[in-house]
């Protein structure tokens, strides 16, 4: 990937630390040259410095939290992901750049990686492109995705989320409030989770943490070669 096509931006808090090694590192290795914003309550020297840490004030309701950070992001395209979005393969750079294509020349506010949500439909609109069903309740969803930085703005800004959790569930609401369009990229990878399939273009664990534990229950063959490559003792935090 060439640079300054797109950056990260990561959503993290200081209490996930332990899981910093692993996903900044996978990211290092597969994007060397992509800029990396943290949007992070403080400081960690657990994340090297090819990534640059954003800093927000933890009692500070979310959506103030992030668009203070995005608002000293440079790039115009972003791809939002957290910190539990562990890469566990390569991804699909031709297809990632496709992708990023695409959203340049639609009036769509985002593209999303990966199949996820209930009710998102099966309307083709370009080579593996399909678009949200309008009324899907997961219109709006903080899985890993291509977004127009001025969009996410402009929604986070309208609905305003007190906290984490009110942004998906409310987010999808106010998109359609606004008449904002999503799609999603897929090769008809298998189902993984209830909820999402696998993905080619962008192969994560979706998620690897859930209520504090490793999700081994989705993931445990990717995870075990992750837990053996970055001698993470799972025992500590607990699996489900």
Known sequence: ??????????????????????????????????????????????????????????????????????????????????????????????????ALNFLKNSDYSNIRLIKSGNGVGTNSIGKNIYSIDFMSPDLFSQQIAIWKK???KKIINFYKPQNYREAEGYGSLAMRSLQKKSAYYYQGEPQRGLYHCDSKIYPYVCAAIIKKKWNLSEYEPELSKLFDRYNVDYKVRGII
Do not use: G
């Open 150 to 152: 001025t969009e996410l």
């Open 1 to 98: 990937m060439s640079k300054n096509k797109f950056s990260f931006i990561t959503w993290t808090n200081t209490e996930c630390e332990d899981i910093f090694d692993m996903y900044f590192t996978q990211q290092e290795k597969y994007f060397p040259d992509t800029k990396s914003y943290v949007f992070i309550n403080d400081k960690s020297d657990k994340i090297s410095n090819a990534h640059i840490q954003l800093l927000n004030k933890e009692n500070d309701p979310f959506y103030k939290r992030l668009l203070d950070c995005l608002d000293k992001v440079e790039e115009d395209y972003v791809i939002y992901s957290q910190e539990d979005y562990v890469l566990y393969d390569e991804p699909e750079y031709e297809k990632i750049n496709d």
